[in-house]
């Protein structure tokens, strides 16, 4: 991984997204190729004129990879000058894509957890659950890290990875929690909407299709915001946006862009009590705002 401060990642990825929302990105919703069981090819791409940077991205997802002990996630990031198209850069995609996933979530923290929320709760013990953990720990202390798997065994070896942070059961998972995460391949809701409490602030980033959902229509119906990277995809790709509103319990209008409430055109959290929920399915100008700070076209204030 690159030597770069997690917090200078935050800092230009939470840019883009007030690009975005602003109109001043080029930000096409993603492609999706499906060749079934799991196994899936998305063809990414985003430019931010500001930067004078295009970047474009082939992921492979494939879910029978671990049996030949591969990463289920291969692909290739390219880097270009956006006014002459300029090969600039070749990015690791994996990497890229771990750090500015959690990089917006980390932005969606710093805009809508409350102050005080000091126990972490992270369902998933793969590269983007370890990632998460590293990025939101960066710039917030935990009194407490939970991690939730499949298996028990699974969470207790990332766990071990990290100080003060755990393996539990999906039972004691989210008592007290003021941050989950959710970064699984699962389809179906992972617990039950009267398992959040009030406070809590959600990041959604492990379901990527209209008909996997990792919460419930429920617990999007209880929630006083919510957010996502990038409306359009969002509203064409998350199952558990699209499942909310074809079960009637939200309207388009109630999802708004985390960019736009970085860019005051939307409000967030407004009490302690307000369950908060930012859903992400992944943008391409997120890719090209990581892209702009390792060839040091953003200037960071640190």
């Known amino acids: 991984m690159w ?8 800092d230009v990825v939470q840019a883009s997204l007030a690009m975005l929302s602003s109109g001043s990105a080029i930000a096409p919703v993603r492609t999706q190729i499906g060749l079934g069981e799991g196994s899936d090819v998305y063809l990414i791409s985003g430019a931010l004129p500001e930067f004078d940077i295009l970047t474009v991205k082939v992921i492979n997802v494939r879910a029978r990879n671990p049996e030949q002990g591969l990463p289920r996630l291969q692909g290739s990031l390219d880097a270009f000058q956006l006014s002459t198209g300029r090969p600039l850069a070749a990015i690791d995609a994996q990497a890229a894509t771990e750090a500015r996933t959690s990089a917006a979530s980390a932005v969606s ?9 000091d126990v972490l709760t992270v ?13 939101l720990t960066a710039e917030w202390e935990f ?24 393996a539990v059961e999906v039972a004691e998972a989210l008592k007290g929690a003021g941050v989950v995460v959710t970064a699984t391949s699962s389809s179906e809701p992972l617990f039950q909407a009267s398992d959040i409490e009030p406070g809590t602030h959600l990041a959604l980033v492990g379901s990527g299709s209209a008909s996997a959902a990792e919460v419930s229509p429920e617990l999007v119906a209880r929630a006083a915001a919510v957010f996502a990277d990038h409306r359009a995809s969002v509203l064409e790709e998350s199952g558990e946006i699209v499942q909310a509103i074809k079960a009637g319990v939200i309207n388009r209008d109630r999802v708004h862009e985390l960019g736009e409430l970085i ?6 959290r407004r009490s302690d009590a307000d369950i908060t929920i ?7 100008t997120q ?10 076209r953003f200037v960071t204030s640190s």
Request: aromatic letters at 6%.
């Open 278 to 284: 930012y859903k992400s399915v992944g943008n391409g």
């Open 109 to 117: 923290a710093r805009l809508l957890a409350r102050a005080d929320a």
């Open 287 to 296: 890719d090209a705002a990581l892209a702009a700070l390792l060839l040091g």
């Open 123 to 135: 369902f998933g013990t793969g590269p983007q659950a370890a990632a998460h953990i590293r990025a």
């Open 143 to 166: 009194r407490e890290i939970r991690v939730v798997g499949r298996t028990l065994e699974a969470a207790e070896r990332l766990a071990a990875e990290f100080p003060d942070t755990r």
């Open 3 to 10: 030597d770069v401060d997690p917090r200078n990642v935050f």
């Open 263 to 268: 860019n005051g055109k939307a409000e967030g």
